[in-house]
């Protein structure tokens, strides 16, 4: 008989539910595209737009894309009320990552951008 995911689940102690809850949730996050993560925000394509001031199919084929600016990327990720970060890493240097900074114009939010952004609650 075979035993259910939500079996095994249940059968941890609490301490190492959350552990694997979280971890889930991590490779969740990992793996999310730029549609994804519009979604888990409750965003539509014509609201983003609206916030970046360009038309609903722009939006679309921004998510669509494989390859992009990352002043466009960092665009979309503040219209959703985010910051990118950029990380590189090295094998043969420590730390491994490195946060890269200022990659938007003069290290600063667009304007336009900014003055639209949803309000985000603390």
Known sequence: MAVSQEEVIASLSP???AHVEARAQELIEEEMTL???RSVHH???ERVAE???VEQDSVSRMERR???LISTMSGYVEAMGGKLRLIAEFPNRRPYAVKLCDLTENGQTSRRIKSKMPKVAD
């Open 66 to 68: 494989a390859d992009m």
């Open 35 to 37: 549609r994804d993560l």
């Open 51 to 53: 916030i970046l001031g």
């Open 15 to 17: 301490e190492r539910r």
């Open 43 to 45: 965003l539509t394509q």
